[in-house]
């Protein structure tokens, strides 16, 4: 596998210089910030994230103050009692994006967001508690207790909260051939924990987050 030091040398040299791929180097959520952040908000980036799956983020976000509103602030004690009735009257509100299944899937996660609190006190708390060597771990926690959180949307969820992760984009998944010789990185579990080895020493060896390391690897091959 190759040292991080050539793999930044690699992504400096494609971006120009080291300052243009500081700019782009995401920054993760410290766990006192994750712990701080509501559930609420946990839920309702949540929610946005399955919403933005497959349809263009800018028409999703110009709708968002609606979908505020209809879900209560994303309070998960109030979405996880919304009957099937509640539901059918949202796909007559012009104001959404009228997605029975994805509409569907907020209060079951509501749900699924209360038993995740009762259990380690809040979201917040077990995502800061939830080990970074073991990110792809999360992953598959988020896809089995939450619905339509599965292929790329827990990945996408974990970075929009600031929760630090890789995300195995067409880029990365280059990156990880290129650099640490792991193909199909993204397929199936076995691809994944080869990715989270390489991911793991490259952080042990340069003190970087995982989400700083992800664009590192994108950019010397995009």
Request: one cysteine or more.
């Amino acid at each position: 596998m190759t040292d991080v030091k050539a793999l930044l040398a690699a992504a400096t040299e494609r971006a120009g210089g080291a300052p243009a791929l500081a700019a782009r180097l995401p920054k993760p959520a410290t766990a006192d910030d994750l712990r701080a952040q509501p559930d609420d908000r946990y839920l309702s980036a949540m929610s946005l994230r399955i919403f933005q799956a497959g349809l263009k983020h800018s028409l999703v976000a110009a709708k968002w103050p609606a979908f505020e509103e209809v879900f209560h602030g994303f309070d998960p004690g109030r979405v996880a009692f919304m009957t099937d009735e509640d539901l059918e009257a949202l796909m007559g509100d012009t104001r959404l994006i009228r997605h029975g299944g994805k509409l569907r899937a907020v209060p079951k996660n509501a749900a699924a967001l209360l038993a995740v609190a009762e259990e380690a006190g809040s979201m917040g708390a077990w995502l800061a508690d939830w080990p970074g060597d073991d990110i792809v771990g999360l992953w598959d926690a988020l896809a089995t207790r939450f619905t339509q959180l599965g292929g790329a949307s827990g990945a996408r969820f974990l970075r929009m909260v600031g929760k630090d992760t890789f995300i195995l984009t067409p880029d990365v998944e280059r990156g990880l051939e290129t650099f640490a010789g792991i193909a199909k990185a993204g397929k199936g579990k076995a691809g994944k924990r080869q990715a989270q080895a390489a991911f793991n020493a490259w952080a042990a060896e340069s003190g970087r987050p995982l989400c700083e390391l992800s664009m590192i690897v994108a950019v010397a091959v995009g």
